[in-house]
Nanobody, 123 residues
Framework: QVQVAESGGGLVQAGGSLRLSCAASGRTLSTYTMAWFRQAPGKERQFVAAIGWNEGNTLYTDAVRGRFTISRDNAKYTIDLQMSNLKPEDTAVYYC????????????????WGQGTQVTVSS
C-alpha cells in the first residue's frame, strides 16, 4: 500500500510558475512509477508527466514538455512538478499517482491516487 498526498496548487497569472509536491509513503518505492495527471472540468483525466523512482527517468506529454519538470527527492520521499510559463489551458485539478512497473499514459493502471490540488491560471 502506498499513500500519496499533493500540495502546492493555487492561482497564478499566465506566464507564471507554480511548484506542486507529492509526498509518498508506505512500501518501498524503488519499483514504483510516480506520475502527475490533471483533469479539467468536463474533460477526461490527462497524463502530464512521470518519473521512475529508482532510475529517475522521466516522461512528459507534449503539451507540457519544456515547461514542466518532474523530479524526485529520495531522502524526503517527495515528487515535485515544477511548472513554468503556465497557460490558461493548464487550469485543472492535478493528481499525484503511483503504480508498480513502468510508465503508462493510462490513468486506470495507476493504483494509488492523492486527493488532488487545484491549479488555476488566469489570462
Amino acid at each position: 500500500q502506498v499513500q500519496v498526498a499533493e500540495s502546492g496548487g493555487g492561482l497564478v497569472q499566465a506566464g507564471g510558475s507554480l511548484r506542486l509536491s507529492c509526498a509518498a509513503s508506505g512500501r518501498t518505492l524503488s519499483t514504483y512509477t510516480m506520475a502527475w495527471f490533471r483533469q479539467a472540468p468536463g474533460k477526461e483525466r490527462q497524463f502530464v508527466a512521470a518519473i521512475g523512482w529508482n532510475e529517475g527517468n522521466t516522461l512528459y506529454t507534449d503539451a507540457v514538455r519544456g515547461r514542466f519538470t518532474i523530479s524526485r527527492d529520495n531522502a524526503k520521499y517527495t515528487i515535485d512538478l515544477q511548472m513554468s510559463n503556465l497557460k490558461p489551458e493548464d487550469t485543472a485539478v492535478y493528481y499525484c499517482a503511483a503504480r508498480t512497473g513502468y510508465f503508462t499514459f493510462n490513468y486506470s493502471l495507476y493504483a494509488y491516487w492523492g486527493q488532488g490540488t487545484q491549479v488555476t491560471v488566469s489570462s
